[in-house]
């Protein structure tokens, strides 16, 4: 029996390689990650989720108690292995493009997805919670000012960005997968 819609036939014929999501907290990557995945009948691996299931413990509870370098360390270790697998979704945290080991090896192995939001629209989606240590050391809306403000450079070396504002998933996934066929069409294996 034919399990693939038209819509993931296409992307199951075009992708060879894993897809990276990389952006600023609150930018979407879970979210559009795995509504994403599930409509592309594909893997989601959400990387904080990951690293939480395998320690035992929250993330903000890693960064108390071990340390962010240590968490740092289970990102690049993840990176690893994930960079490995065929082709699937995976929602980085915020911080991982960051690390030039990451980042060298997703843009090496992978395709990588810059979720791009507007400042406000990150400040009001992070504000509800109370899970991203980061944020939690000071005012958040000048912390997060200042991850933006040092992180762009590196978010805009994905190979595919796509804006993420307040349109419905289904709007944002349709954009993600044109400008990925779009990149990969342009792209030598
Ligand atoms: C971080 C982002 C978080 C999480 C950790 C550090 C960052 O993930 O990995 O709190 O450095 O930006 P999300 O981007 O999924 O919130």
């Not at 894993?18 to 594909?42: D, Q, Y």
């Not at 071990?66 to 065929?86: C, D, H, N, S, V």
């Not at 979704?89 to 990588?112: C, D, P, V, W, Y």
Request: proline fraction near 3%; glycine fraction near 6%.
């Amino acid at each position: 029996m034919e399990t693939h819609n038209l819509n993931s036939d296409t992307i199951h014929q075009t992708l060879t390689k894993p897809i990276f999501l990389v952006g600023l907290m609150g930018c979407g990557k879970s979210a559009i990650g795995s509504r994403t995945a599930k409509l592309w009948e594909l893997q989601f691996y959400d990387m904080d989720k990951v690293i939480e299931q395998e320690e035992g413990l929250t993330v903000t509870q890693i960064f108390e108690e071990k340390g962010e370098a240590y968490f740092r360390q289970k990102e690049l270790e993840l990176t690893e292995r994930l960079i490995k697998l065929p082709p699937c979704i995976i929602a980085t945290g915020g911080g991982a493009f960051m690390n030039e080991n990451i980042r060298s090896l997703i843009q090496k192995n992978a395709i990588s997805v810059w979720l791009k939001a507007d400042y406000e629209v990150l400040l009001e989606r992070v504000s509800r919670k109370k899970t991203r240590p980061l944020l939690e050391q000071g005012n958040k809306a000048e912390i997060l000012r200042s991850l933006m403000e040092q992180r762009t450079p590196y978010y805009e070396q994905a190979h595919v960005t796509v804006m993420s504002d307040n349109r419905p998933h289904k709007a944002m996934i349709k954009q993600l997968k044109k400008n990925i066929l779009q990149f990969t069409s342009g792209t030598k294996e």
